[in-house]
């Protein structure tokens, strides 16, 4: 082999390899795409049946509509997701180092039946608001998770009434819940928001399905609805440009057990990439 032919073989092993990484996260899902970008097969169980427009094209659901109709068995179909619990176990260590006594005050964005996230964090002895707009999952929350607060409320009206406490809070989580009903620019316009909202030396933990796509009409356990996010790589630097330190940053798969939790059927259900950030405020 001259030397030209070893530089060539070793970038060519070096590229080989990068394909490869990137085959591994991404060719399954071109094989069985984890959402179905067409959505036109309109197949809704349990109810409500969307209401057909009248140019017959299929009514997308509103994200409260979908999160009320999917309703407290989210819980099962997430229950034991190692990435979230890790996340939270990693907050209530960092916020027991500064709370030592509890009292942090945190707000959950998305909270859903406030478990996991909230009735943890309630647990370690903190002041916990948990918001979501969805009623049927607040109905749970409050239920199942006595020692927390609770707020049927969009995370944008929760910045406009919260925007004269900027500097306030001691940690914000966000688990799945920028991704229905929001567009690319909303995401980042809120992570800036909730930013705002930290101490110095606060925490922002944050979790998505972070692919590339903006308005995207999907179905998601087999509900109809409009979705935007982020590439793993974007969604960290939203986080980033919010003004906070990442301290952490993973991408893992996990398959939701909706179909046992009776939300879809089971073809209804695909592995999806989660991403983690942990990040704190400078
Ligand atoms: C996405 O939808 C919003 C309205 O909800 C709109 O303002 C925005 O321009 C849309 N983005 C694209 C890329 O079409």
Redesign the pocket.
């Known amino acids: 082999m001259t030397f030209i032919d070893r530089v060539t073989a070793f970038f060519a092993s070096i590229f080989a390899s990068i394909l490869a990484f990137f085959s591994a996260l991404f060719v399954r899902r071109s094989r069985a795409p984890p959402i179905d970008l067409e959505a036109k097969i309109i197949d809704i169980s349990p109810d409500p049946t969307p209401q057909p427009t009248p140019h017959g094209s299929p009514r997308l659901l509103s994200a409260a509509e979908v999160f009320d109709s999917v309703g407290p068995a989210y819980e099962d179909a997430f229950q034991g997701l190692p990435t979230q619990a890790a996340a939270i176990d990693w907050l209530v260590d960092e916020l027991d180092k500064t709370h030592p006594r509890g009292g942090a005050r945190i707000v959950d964005v998305g909270c859903g039946t406030g478990r996991p996230a909230c009735s943890v964090l309630a647990d370690a002895g903190h002041d916990v608001l948990g918001i979501d707009i969805s009623e049927a999952m607040l109905r749970a929350a409050r239920e199942r998770v006595p020692n927390a607060r609770f707020e049927l409320m969009d995370v944008r009206a929760f910045l406009e009434r919260e925007k004269n406490n900027a500097g306030t809070y001691d940690a914000v989580t966000i688990f799945f819940s920028l991704i229905a009903g929001v567009?690319q620019?909303d995401i980042r316009e809120i992570h800036a928001g909730l930013a705002r909202l930290l101490k110095p030396g606060g925490f922002m933990v944050f979790s998505t399905v972070p692919l590339p796509v903006?308005?995207e009409s999907i179905k998601w356990m087999g509900r109809p609805l409009v979705v935007?996010s982020l590439s793993p790589e974007d969604a960290v630097a939203s986080v980033s440009a919010a003004g906070l330190d990442i301290i952490y940053q993973g991408v893992t798969q996990f398959l939701p057990r909706a179909s046992e939790a009776g939300i879809c059927k089971p073809d209804e259900v695909w592995e999806e990439p989660h991403l983690f950030v942990y990040a704190r405020k400078a």
């Open positions: 567009t620019a903006e308005n935007s």
